[in-house]
């Protein structure tokens, strides 16, 4: 009997089908910091997008997914100029290739447009609008002097951006400076900005009546016609004479230094809320911005002194009417020396101030080494109120 043998040898599986999947699923662009939406047509290989800012955009790299295992060229992450068409081709794994064209359309052109239409500042409850010159690119406001701090409303092109040059450094609308508008296409021009200040230097605010302050300002121009300083509150109001006016021309551009001594008038009404305004024609161009307290009516009057040269050592009798008990000394060498108090004594009868000289040698202009007679303004000074005063020579 004859036996058949039987070998079986095991068959290896076949391998897997490679994959024939080549689409893009996805397509994105960001363009000026936006994202941008692909539509993807895989019957026509045709992917549409919408965007704007295109024309300044010339080197853009797409966002792209597509099929597992597949493969793109040219490579997404090289840029492309999508201002016009982009094929790319998409490499199944089975070496299936599919070719999609990228079309984009700028729904909107990038502005050129760049002007700054209006430049304006509300400053203590008053608004106060530039004057723009378009041809020239000038920007001319007029402002309190102590109002360059503040927020300024400046309008300008839609879609285009602002920036600013000054030379402090720092934004101050109290000075000149460039503004640098930018259009959405990038293209930019300047205008130049001219503030024009006019305001009060920083003042004392509080007097007798028979006082003759010193002013200082910038711009308070009084040889316009119609120009004039105003004291007034809710109930009174009063023009004030001047005197000694002088002007001189600021370094920084700013325009003109005033410097004058105001007189309040006899009649004055005694109350703590006067304003000092700058007016022409009219209209209020400044206010100071504290309110000024004057005292009238039996009020320190100097009718006196008891010699007219002093030096160091000496003791300053003021004779008058009514004198208070203190004393303001403005010296040659720019300070103020006030004496009240212990220091000064008053006699009873209120007609005899005395003070003496025994300190604060540096007053005197011999101590500086400077031998000669120098005009020194002296004046009562009593709680912070400054009234009537004289000159006499220190040495």
Known sequence: MCCTLMIIFGCSKDKEPKSGENRILSFELFVDGQNYQG????????????????????????????????SISPDPEIPQDFMNPVDYTVTAQNGEKSTYRVITSNTRALSEDKEILSVSMEFEGKNYEAVIDQVDKIIDITLPLNAGGELVDIEISEGASLTYSYEEGFINYSYPAIFTVIAEDGSTVDYQYNPFLIGFNSLRTIYYSNAIPLISGLNINLNLPNSSLVLENDKNSYVLEYSNYETYDREDLLGVENNFLIHFPENIVSVDNYELKYKVSGETLSTYRRE????????????????????????????????????????????????????????????????????????????????????????????????????????
């Open 39 to 70: 539509q993807v047509n895989h019957f026509s290989k045709e992917i549409s997008i919408n965007t704007i800012g295109l024309e300044r955009e010339s080197n853009l790299v797409a966002d792209i997914e597509i099929s597992e295992f597949a």
């Open 292 to 395: 000024f307290d004057i005292v009238s009516g039996d009020v320190p009057k100097i009718t006196g002194v008891n010699k007219e040269r002093f030096v160091r050592g000496d003791t300053l009798i003021i004779y008058g009417e009514n004198l208070a008990p203190g004393v303001l000394i403005r010296a040659h060498n720019g300070r103020v020396y006030a004496y009240n108090g212990h220091y000064v004594k008053l006699n009873s009868d209120k007609t005899e101030l005395r003070v003496p000289l025994t300190n604060n040698y540096s007053m005197f202009p011999s101590y500086h080494a400077k031998y000669e007679d120098i005009p020194t303004p002296i004046y009562i000074y009593y709680q912070a109120r400054e009234g009537d005063s004289t000159i006499v020579d220190f040495y």
